[in-house]
């Protein structure tokens, strides 16, 4: 198949399939005599695993490992486990920075209960007065 109907079999635009190939998560694919992508049925399972994996919010880098223990089916699934277990961990830091988030902005929406002029609103007064953060430590979960 082309690469249009690769991207929309695993329902993505042609753009994602060439950015993942150019990332080396999908393998090139053969070409036509006139130059055109050939991808096949393994170039599509793997693609829908891919965007599974990021529709979970898996990095790149996770998704490159757990495809590198793909390619080795006889071996121990052990690392597959504790990969998945440390994205569970992230994804439970990244909820309680959102419950954080969700209080200030609770907070800061009970400060201007009335329409009133801009200097007076209590929602940019404690924007001002707010202390402010170090940078998120979010980014990347992975080593």
């Known amino acids: 198949?082309?690469?249009?109907?690769?991207?929309?079999?695993?329902?993505?635009?042609?753009?994602?399939?060439?950015?993942?190939?150019?990332?080396?998560?999908?393998?090139?694919?053969a070409?036509?005599?006139?130059?055109?992508?050939?991808?096949?049925?393994?170039?599509?399972?793997?693609?829908?695993?891919?965007?599974?994996?990021?529709?979970?919010?898996m990095a790149h880098e996770e998704i490159r490992a757990l495809l590198g223990m793909i390619d080795h089916p006889g071996r121990d699934c052990s690392p597959i486990n504790h990969l998945l277990d440390e994205h569970i961990e992230h994804v439970g830091?990244?909820?309680r920075e959102l419950q954080h988030l969700q209080r200030q902005l609770t907070g800061l929406r009970e400060q201007c209960r009335a329409e009133q002029a801009?200097?007076?609103?209590g929602i940019v007064q404690g924007l001002a007065r707010m202390e402010t953060a170090d940078g998120p430590a979010r980014g990347t979960h992975l080593g």
Not at 7 to 27: D, I, N, Q
């Open 118 to 121: 801009v200097d007076a609103c």
């Open 93 to 95: 830091v990244r909820l």
């Open 1 to 29: 198949m082309k690469i249009g109907e690769l991207a929309r079999a695993a329902r993505c635009s042609t753009e994602t399939v060439r950015f993942y190939e150019k990332t080396g998560l999908l393998p090139e694919p």
């Open 31 to 57: 070409r036509s005599e006139g130059n055109y992508r050939q991808y096949g049925p393994a170039h599509l399972e793997r693609l829908r695993f891919i965007r599974n994996c990021r529709g979970l919010d």
